[in-house]
């Protein structure tokens, strides 16, 4: 596991932090046509009330439930606005333009997860986006003492002679027992030989699985 620096995330910071984005995008394409132009995207409203939450210590379900909402509303006002002034951008070169709709696409899909949640009361969303600037991350259940969930790739490496081997990274959870048997036929790949010694923690059903093996040529 390769542990993503990213904060740990929550439904109303994730939500403010597309919110700031959005913002922030609408004023700069917005200046490119018409600098003296005022769009109103209660900018100062929505950061006040983030603001408040976060000075709140002890957040009760009904004010995550509220403030989430309001957050959702302010967002999917911004993404129409953004929408507006991109159409009214001519100036704007092409990869500036592409840039801002590939970052539209995610914060649309985030708002869609987000509505999701509150509409169906829930916690949990197929594929759920953590963070809006490291879009791969993905939420590994580890159930470890004090971090029940990681943030991160998954990696399964081999360490043959010292050297060390990147078999295999990903952002979704996979079975290492699975990824081992694999592992074991890119040694024989590379070496034409399997491994003398194969040193792995054991993890039922399977005999020989582990985050990292260990073998000797």
């Not at 408040?52 to 909402?69: H, M, Y």
């Not at 507006?84 to 951008?89: D, F, G, K, P």
């Not at 070169?93 to 649309?108: F, G, M, P, S, Y």
Request: glycine share 4%; aromatic share 8%; hydrophobic share 35%.
């Amino acid at each position: 596991m390769f542990p993503a620096n990213i904060t740990y995330p929550n439904d109303v910071k994730l939500l403010n932090t597309v919110r700031e984005y959005l913002c922030q995008k609408i004023l700069d394409v917005k200046n490119t046509y018409d600098p003296k132009g005022r769009v109103r995207t209660v900018r100062r409203t929505a950061q006040k009330l983030y603001l408040n939450f976060q000075k709140t210590k002890r957040k009760s379900k009904a004010l995550i439930r509220k403030t989430r909402n309001k957050m959702i509303r302010y967002i999917r006002r911004t993404i129409g606005q953004l929408e507006t002034v991109l159409t009214r951008a001519t100036t704007l070169k092409t990869w500036q333009k592409e840039q801002i709709e590939a970052k539209l696409k995610v914060a649309k899909g985030i708002l869609s997860q987000q509505v999701h949640m509150a509409t169906t009361r829930g916690t949990q969303v197929a594929n759920r986006i953590v963070s809006f600037h490291w879009l791969d991350v993905r939420p590994m259940v580890r159930g470890k003492d004090g971090k029940a969930v990681e943030f991160g790739p998954k990696a399964h490496v081999a360490l043959v002679d010292g050297y060390a081997f990147l078999d295999d990274a990903q952002y979704e959870s996979f079975h290492e027992g699975i990824q081992l048997e694999h592992s074991l036929k890119r040694h024989d790949n590379r070496f034409k030989k399997q491994p003398d010694i194969v040193l792995a923690d054991q993890l039922l059903p399977r005999p020989l699985s582990s985050r990292i093996y260990m073998v000797a040529t």
